[in-house]
């Protein structure tokens, strides 16, 4: 058991492997839940991209006691929410209901997980939607760009897809597929289940022990998982595209939250992150984190005010940084109009590669970290907030200590330090620009190293 301020998280390992954390939270008579796989789409074979996403779509369309029409009503009959997603680096399902509907709701997300049938009728439509989803992605400038960007940044890797898959991948997968996939993964010792909202500890642990407390654990190992690594050369890519605007974004590889892959120099290892988990965590992740935010995040980030306040020079602009357990990549892009897209390129290179050259002043490092902890504090108000955290936290290995570690590292993050994760990373980025012909083929060749 431990606190976090004012919330106190009971953490408890049933005899089978699976993780359970709970939160009592009697502000509101609501349960909310997230029940996270170990899995996602890095567990994909490259031939079966998607797979993860198909399984999400399918897995609550039967059971080998319900139909889908039935599991349907079982939730819409007490007002309650169930869903399953994929992402990259976990399998998730979600439930929220009032107290007195949560050992019903429990006892069939416990059917859904141990037992689904996919049913071949329901694999089959969702595959039909899932193409039309690919085919949808593939008219729009900016996931046309982001997808390419991808590719060039893992050419082998699982994180070179969005999580649809490809037509090509997506049309040949089958029941089979889903349920070697459902066999290898879901398993309780592949599993945590986050509990938040107004119920005891004790009784919520009594409920999930009688729904997976009998679920055995197979006594053969996890597959191991091998992935490939990135492309270290940077490269420019264009996509021709008659659109009203071209899309120009740049990438750079960048530490996985855990940073097996960071480079531990003396000034990264200075960044203090002292409690338990923080050896496991990437000495440069909160920086990046940071810098993400001072660039890129809402209407007085430096991208937005520099760009298109100033210059005019875009339509949307924004930076990302999504925290992953393989190696992530941090990536600045623009919308903007065609004629623009050389100016723009040239204006986003200047403003990551200022990082490496000028220190922020206190005030922008300050503005942006009470931001940053503002934000993140916001997102922690309700149940399913609660849940969320602290069970992502424990599945990427971090432990649910990260949420105090996560602020203390942001709020020590120096001027300096921040300066030299951004030299680490912001050298030659990865280019990918999409637009009218005229526009984007124009635009010289970024050497490259």
């Known amino acids: 058991m431990q606190s976090f301020q004012n919330r106190t998280v009971h953490r408890t390992v049933l005899n089978n492997g699976m993780v359970v954390l709970l939160v009592e939270n009697p502000a509101a008579d609501i349960i909310a839940s997230r029940i996270f796989v170990r899995a996602g789409s890095r567990c994909e074979p490259r031939h079966q991209a998607g797979l993860a996403h198909l399984l999400a779509a399918v897995l609550t369309k039967g059971t080998s006691r319900l139909s889908s029409l039935e599991i349907a009503e079982q939730v819409e009959s007490v007002g309650a929410s169930l869903g399953a997603d994929a992402t990259p680096d976990y399998f998730l399902l979600s439930l929220k209901t009032v107290s007195s509907d949560f050992a019903q709701m429990l006892d069939l997300a416990g059917q859904l997980l141990r037992a689904p049938t996919f049913p071949e009728a329901e694999v089959e439509l969702e595959q039909c939607l899932t193409l039309q989803g690919i085919r949808s992605q593939q008219e729009q400038p900016f996931a046309i760009a982001f997808e390419q960007l991808r590719q060039a940044m893992y050419p082998d890797h699982p994180y070179a897809f969005s999580s649809l898959g490809t037509e090509a991948t997506v049309s040949q997968l089958t029941c089979a597929d889903l349920h070697h996939y459902h066999q290898t993964y879901f398993r309780p010792d592949n599993m945590v289940i986050s509990l938040a909202g107004r119920i005891a500890p004790e009784y919520a642990l009594e409920l999930i022990s009688e729904v997976f407390g009998d679920w055995q654990a197979p006594a053969t190992p996890l597959p191991a998982l091998v992935l490939p690594v990135p492309n270290p050369k940077p490269q420019q890519i264009v996509t021709p595209l008659q659109t009203q605007q071209s899309i120009v974004m740049l990438g750079y590889l960048a530490p996985s939250v855990r940073g097996a892959e960071a480079t531990a120099t003396p000034e990264s290892a200075s960044v203090p992150l002292n409690l338990p988990t923080a050896k496991a965590v990437s000495p440069d992740y909160a920086a990046l984190k940071l810098l993400n935010t001072y660039l890129g995040n809402g209407l007085s980030s430096r ?19 999504p925290t992953r357990l393989d190696t992530s990549q941090f990536a600045v892009y623009m919308g903007t109009a065609p004629d623009n897209t050389a100016t723009a390129l040239a204006g986003l290179r200047t403003e990551v590669e200022r ?15 009470n931001k940053l902890l503002g934000q993140y504090a916001l997102g922690k108000q ?3 907030q609660l849940a969320q955290v602290f069970g992502w936290y424990e599945t990427l290995g971090l432990g649910i200590e990260f949420d105090s570690s996560f602020t203390a590292a942001i709020s020590a993050v120096t001027a300096p330090v921040a300066q030299q994760a951004a030299c680490r990373y912001f050298s030659e980025p990865f280019i990918s620009l999409v637009g009218p012909a005229a526009a984007v083929t124009q635009v010289p060749v970024v050497a490259v190293s």
């Open 355 to 369: 990082l490496c050259n000028v220190v922020l002043s206190h005030e922008e490092l300050q503005a942006a970290k």
């Open 382 to 384: 309700t149940n399913a």
């Open 303 to 321: 991208l937005f005010v520099e760009l298109r306040e100033k210059r005019g020079l875009a339509y949307e602009v924004s930076a990302l940084y």
